[in-house]
């Protein structure tokens, strides 16, 4: 009787959602919610960002820090931020609006990263890929490109799409399209990168290495992007 009580609560909790995670599988993209304000983390990276900067640190040991800042503290106060195709909130969060440009440009900037993010925001997506990496490739196969990304280390890349600009993120966990998503006016998501609708939508892709060692130490230096 034991038994068959302890089989019946087990099979129950299965049913409401509770699953061994090898029965999981691919999950999208859920955010925690942030801890501190958006001020107060920007700070945090701020102060990080001198430390790493005054004690030499790598390329490598920098851009492990900044992809983990990036993917954990800045963009979740993002989420809830709504897409309009003319939105440049510089502050995010409910009732605030962000188009796809200035979704790459301004978070980005508030980490430390020097550019006009008014002009850069307003670029062709091929020209935001251009001005912020120097080893941008056009592909005209989504599949091809997602594979390329796979068999490279964790790097946080521009992609500039035919109408349609945002950042794929390469983790441990996946390959994730980070971007202000238009369907649904839906605003900053992470998703995952071959179930993207919108990625999907595009017939090419200019992508980029944007946290490529020479970025990183412009990221220390606050060297200034050109923007004309």
Not at 42 to 65: F, Q
Not at 205 to 218: C, I, K, V
């Amino acid at each position: 009787m034991r038994l068959f009580v302890f089989t019946m609560f087990i099979s129950s909790t299965l049913f409401a959602g509770v699953q061994p995670k090898v029965a999981i599988g691919s999950l999208s993209y859920k955010h925690f919610p942030p801890t501190q304000t958006y001020q107060e983390a920007l700070n945090i990276v701020s102060i990080k960002r001198g430390k790493l900067k005054s004690s030499g640190a790598s390329a490598a040991n920098t851009r492990t820090y900044f992809l983990d800042a990036f993917e954990n503290d800045i963009f979740p106060h993002w989420v809830g931020t709504s897409w309009d195709y003319n939105g440049y909130t510089n502050t995010p969060g409910k009732g605030k609006l962000v188009a796809c440009g200035y979704f790459v440009s301004t978070p980005l900037k508030h980490m430390g990263f020097n550019w006009n993010r008014f002009k850069l925001a307003q670029m062709y997506s091929k020209k935001i890929a251009e001005t912020l990496c120097t080893d941008v490739t056009k592909y005209t196969n989504q599949e091809t490109m997602l594979d390329t990304i796979k068999n490279r280390e964790n790097h946080l890349y521009i992609v500039g799409l035919d109408s349609h600009v945002g950042m794929i993120l390469k983790t441990d966990h996946g390959l994730w399209f980070v971007h202000s998503n238009y369907y649904g006016n839906e605003g900053p998501v992470k998703e995952i990168a071959a179930e993207s609708q919108a990625l999907d939508d595009s017939g090419s892709y200019y992508l980029g290495t944007f946290s490529s060692d020479e970025n990183m130490r412009n990221w220390l230096s606050g060297k200034l992007y050109p923007t004309e």
